[in-house]
């Protein structure tokens, strides 16, 4: 059997619950994967089931698939299900698991990671010059803010003054977020900015495709090597979804927060590190 998060029916957080079904076959050109980490995204309730990203490993593939084999660790992405102990994708939806990539990390990667690169790709950050990311504090905001580091800008980051001492830690100049932005702005960078990056709006501007697998190989490699953080900060249990969603909706996570479907009891505070930087630019 398969437990599998769902709606029974459109309403608020306390309908949502784990139901048992059968446990999927791939059909052709398709793979099974069991789940070992999803991220938790915002993103619209499907009684068909929730979640988009995931990490995990085959185990059993459909006809006409040459690309992947029972025991490969992989992380990928669909439209919905992915909060579940097994999900059933095309074998072109996921990617090879970089082995110094967590499963936490590795599960809530593609979302954040593509929405921040395209943000930065649309901005366009020069080396030498300065480029202001609002929401550094988040997830998508904190990958965006250490995208435009790696592109040689000085990088100054929004975001509430609890995750100042993280956006220093990464290189990133905090100011607070809200009324009187742009005074802020003048004091540390009195020479103006360059380019502006608001991961929220920019991504969506962007003319790359959603499913841009090479970017998203990019991005598993930098985090793999340590040049970009991806800040998981809690990680639950399956079963404590609801209590997962409510973290996500009640505060203001400065962080991912996922899902792992093996036992296990919740844990916050995960530790997080600098980021080593290389010379590197998502813009080309």
């Not at 490969?72 to 669909?78: F, K």
């Not at 435009?148 to 003054?161: E, F, K, N, Q």
Request: glycine letters at 10%; proline letters at 7%; hydrophobic letters at 45%.
């Amino acid at each position: 059997m398969n437990r599998a998060v769902k709606f029974p029916r459109y309403g608020r957080l306390e309908l949502l619950e784990i139901i048992e079904e059968p446990l999927p076959a791939p059909e052709a050109g398709q793979v099974l994967v069991r789940v070992e980490a999803t991220g938790l995204n915002p993103a619209p309730r499907f009684l068909a089931g929730q979640g988009t990203d995931f990490a995990g490993v085959v185990e059993s593939v459909g006809s006409a698939v040459t690309l992947w084999h029972a025991g490969d660790e992989v992380l990928g992405h669909t439209l919905h299900g992915s909060h579940s102990d097994h999900v059933q994708v095309s074998q072109g939806d996921i990617i090879r698991k970089p082995d110094e990539l967590s499963w936490e990390v590795a599960g809530s990667l593609y979302i954040p990671a593509v929405s921040a690169w395209d943000a930065v790709q649309f901005a366009r950050p020069r080396a030498g010059g300065t480029a202001l990311v609002h929401a550094a504090g988040g997830a998508v905001g904190a990958i965006a803010a250490q995208l435009a580091l790696l592109s040689g800008a000085t990088v100054i980051g929004t975001g509430r003054p609890e995750s100042f001492d993280h956006l220093r830690d990464l290189g990133v100049i905090p100011v607070t977020a809200g009324p009187g932005l742009q005074g802020r702005v003048a004091q540390v960078a009195p020479q103006g900015i360059d380019a502006e990056i608001d991961p929220l709006v920019d991504a969506a501007m962007t003319s790359e495709p959603w499913t841009n697998w090479a970017t998203v190989a990019t991005m598993a490699d930098l985090v793999a090597t340590h040049q970009i953080v991806v800040p998981v900060v809690a990680v639950y249990p399956l079963d404590e979804v609801r209590d997962a969603y409510r973290e996500r909706q009640e505060g203001e996570a400065e962080g991912m927060i996922v899902l792992r479907t093996d036992a296990g009891r919740r844990a916050h505070g995960v530790p997080r590190h600098r980021a080593a930087g290389r010379d590197y630019s998502p813009a080309e």
